[in-house]
């Protein structure tokens, strides 16, 4: 069993920056893959960036290459996701979650965080 915790959302300006953290429970972190998904209001939870068990592979969502980089503390049970550039279109509640595969798809995630506002103003 895994528990995760979101911490680090807030306002930020367009072009700004926000960094995001993911605290993990449980002995098994290793294990996952991590995920980051959002979700604005009205629309489906969307993939944001994954990265694999040893953090040697990562994988994006196009609208965020260039500007989102996910990593991951295996030994502090953490993930993290540094974002630069924000936009307005960037906008949503951003979850953490974790998951026995590599994968852009929700339903592969079995555990997620309460998740974490970030919100861009123009």
């Known amino acids: 069993q895994v528990q995760l915790v979101e911490s680090g959302g807030g306002l930020v300006q367009a072009g700004g920056s926000l960094s995001l953290f993911c605290v993990a429970s449980?002995?098994?972190?290793?294990?996952?893959?991590m995920g980051w998904f959002r979700q604005a209001p009205g629309k489906e939870r969307e993939f944001v960036a994954a990265i694999d068990r040893s953090g040697s592979f990562t994988q994006y969502h196009d609208s965020v290459k260039g500007r989102f980089t996910i990593s991951r503390n295996n030994a502090m049970k953490m993930v993290y996701l540094q974002m630069n550039s924000l936009q307005p279109g960037d906008t949503a509640v951003y979850y953490c979650?974790?998951?026995?595969?590599?994968?852009?798809?929700?339903?592969?995630?079995?555990?997620w965080g309460q998740g974490t506002q970030v919100t861009v103003s123009s």
């Open positions: 449980g002995r098994t972190f290793s294990s996952y893959t």
């Open positions: 979650a974790g998951g026995p595969l590599a994968s852009s798809r929700a339903a592969d995630y079995n555990y």
